[in-house]
């Protein structure tokens, strides 16, 4: 893909028609993870703020923010039991930089992900449960 961003002339962009698109309000955003991934509410919630802080941020600058797909990515992760840091961390700041300064200053400096752990506390899978385990009396 192209790495140098070279402006439109005026005369080219008046060819087109511009529409501005904003992220959504928190509570939309976290509606929106919620009922794409059947994540915990309180998840989504610190992941929307985790999003906010980052768009935020102007001292990196990143050509690009988090958007809501990446949040969505992020959800389904936690979702099926990766652990919560480990799903933010490759799900949303992979994504954002390829510069290993810029990527732990995500974990240190600003500690935006430690916002979404208490800590690493994702449900274990259970998909292969012994059929013995079950017969056993309790």
């Known amino acids: 893909y192209q790495r140098g961003f070279k402006e439109l ?14 992220y959504p309000e928190e509570k939309i955003e976290q509606e929106i993870l919620i009922n794409e991934t059947g994540v915990d509410p309180a998840i989504a919630k610190k992941l929307v703020t985790i999003a906010s802080k980052i768009r935020n941020l102007t ?8 958007s809501t797909r990446l949040l969505v990515d992020a959800s389904k992760l936690i979702h099926s039991g990766l652990p919560n840091r480990l799903s ?19 974990k240190s400096e600003h500690g935006l992900i430690k916002m979404i752990s208490k800590p690493d506390s994702a449900k274990p899978l259970n998909r292969h449960r012994n059929s013995r385990d079950s017969m056993k009396p309790n």
Request: overall charge negative.
């Open 9 to 22: 002339k005026p005369s080219t962009r008046q060819r087109f028609v511009a529409i501005s698109f904003d």
């Open 59 to 66: 001292e990196l600058g990143l050509t690009e923010t988090v």
């Open 88 to 106: 933010v961390h490759v799900a949303v700041v992979e994504p954002l930089t390829d510069d290993n300064e810029v990527s732990k200053s995500y």
